[in-house]
């Protein structure tokens, strides 16, 4: 098949406002340089104390925590558009200010409020793409925004390294700019995709958490997702036992976004022939099987073919769960869902280094082991919940008018 052949399928039924949100996704995540050069900000030109670091790092993390929630709630409320816009234009405002106080107490309190709207924007965009795709395109549109999002991170690393050399400033600049550029691009070409809602039955979050589906992919989220945040917890821990250096351990972990890259293309030839929830099963399992075997591994190339395993999992788990909440939410609910569910990746954030480390200390094996299972147990979870997810994808089709 050609490349044009290729491209004409996989771009064939995507509407003009998605290409520009995906743009816009794209130049976002291309400015993502402040979230993983903040600690080194903080030790660097602000001076702070480890210990003082860690509590604004866990204030961050704290407002980060609450946002998809409240990006959820937005997104249903006041529209998909205008919560794009809300987030995008805070953040900015945020990442400037967080650059310009000095007093540890405004820094931390700053931090908070910035990781409060850092992801606002998420349950909007997942929701806008559902609403904007047509329901036989939307595997082929996320799985697109994902291959989006990582070319951007990619680039990212790279343009954060150059600019925390030169100034930590410009890494607050950068990252404000680009989001300046989404909410432009927003406001010009993405138009307001919100389904009308009987102001009778507005919906509310009551209503998604008494859903046991949504519960459910929740629930195997935040088990998967604790299992894949081994890769910044304990799998440094476990290449330094191993006896292999720093920069060893950023040549295994580049193997993640290189393999992204380079599988989306497969991945969208292929994803609309694949089953949502058995693939989003066997995609968690991947993840605690990927990271299993890091209890074998003891050299660069052994690491890396457990980071090729955990990632392959990652792609599935990450492209294929948006199309899911897509699939079992209600048009008016979707803002939600997708608040819920991105939840899971911010108890993980929590969750990962407590129960990492502790595992860690009590010895490896006993650590990978528990991923296996952590992954085993995510995946079971989804296709005990398989039959209710047809029932439910069935009762939100709608019926071909004869």
């Not at 291959?147 to 400033?169: F, K, P, Q, T």
């Not at 989001?179 to 998604?208: M, W």
């Not at 720093?246 to 694949?274: D, E, F, H, K």
Request: glycine share 10%; with cysteine; hydrophobic share 55%.
């Amino acid at each position: 098949m050609s490349i044009r052949t290729w491209w004409s399928r996989t771009s064939a039924d995507l509407p003009n406002s998605f290409w520009y949100l995906m743009a816009g996704a794209f130049v976002n995540r291309v400015g993502y340089v402040v979230e993983p050069f903040l600690a080194l900000y903080l030790s660097g030109p602000e001076d702070l104390e480890p210990t003082t670091i860690g509590v604004v790092l866990t204030c961050f993390g704290a407002g980060a925590f609450a946002s998809q929630v409240l990006g959820g709630y937005l997104a249903d409320r006041i529209g998909r558009r205008a919560t794009m816009l809300i987030g995008m234009l805070g953040t900015a405002a945020c990442f400037m200010l967080l650059a310009s106080v000095r007093h540890v107490v405004l820094i931390a309190l700053v931090a908070a409020l910035t990781g409060l709207l850092v992801d606002v924007y998420r349950p909007a965009v997942s929701a806008a793409v559902a609403d904007l795709v047509p329901a036989h395109a939307r595997p082929r549109a996320f799985a697109l925004m994902y291959w989006a999002i990582n070319l951007g991170v990619a680039l990212a690393g790279v343009l954060g390294g150059i600019l925390a050399e030169r100034s930590y400033w410009l890494l607050f600049a950068a990252d404000a700019f680009t989001c300046i550029a989404f909410a432009l691009i927003i406001a010009r070409a993405v138009p307001e995709t919100r389904p009308g809602v009987s102001s009778a039955k507005p919906g509310s979050y009551a209503d998604v958490l008494r859903d046991t589906i949504a519960l459910g992919l929740f629930t195997s989220t935040l088990l998967a997702t604790v299992v894949y945040a081994q890769q910044f917890v304990t799998l440094p821990l476990a290449v330094r036992e191993a006896g292999l250096s720093a920069s060893a351990y950023g040549l295994i972990y580049a193997v993640n976004p290189v393999t992204v890259i380079l599988a989306q293309p497969l991945v969208m030839r292929v994803i609309g022939r694949l089953s949502v929830v058995p693939t989003m099963a066997v995609s968690s399992l991947l993840i605690g099987a990927g990271f299993a075997l890091t209890g074998f591994a003891a050299s660069i190339p052994a690491f890396a073919v457990t980071v090729v395993v955990w990632t392959i999992g990652e792609i599935g788990v990450n492209t294929l769960g948006p199309l899911l909440v897509a699939e079992v939410a209600a048009p008016h609910l979707r803002g939600r869902y997708n608040g819920l569910v991105g939840t899971a990746h911010g108890g993980a954030a929590l969750l990962a280094p407590l129960a990492g480390t502790w595992l860690f200390g009590m010895g490896q094996y006993a650590l990978w082991l528990a991923c296996l299972l952590t992954g085993v147990l995510s995946g079971a979870l989804l296709l005990a919940m398989s039959p209710a997810v047809a029932r439910r994808r069935a009762a939100l089709t709608p019926v071909p008018t004869p």
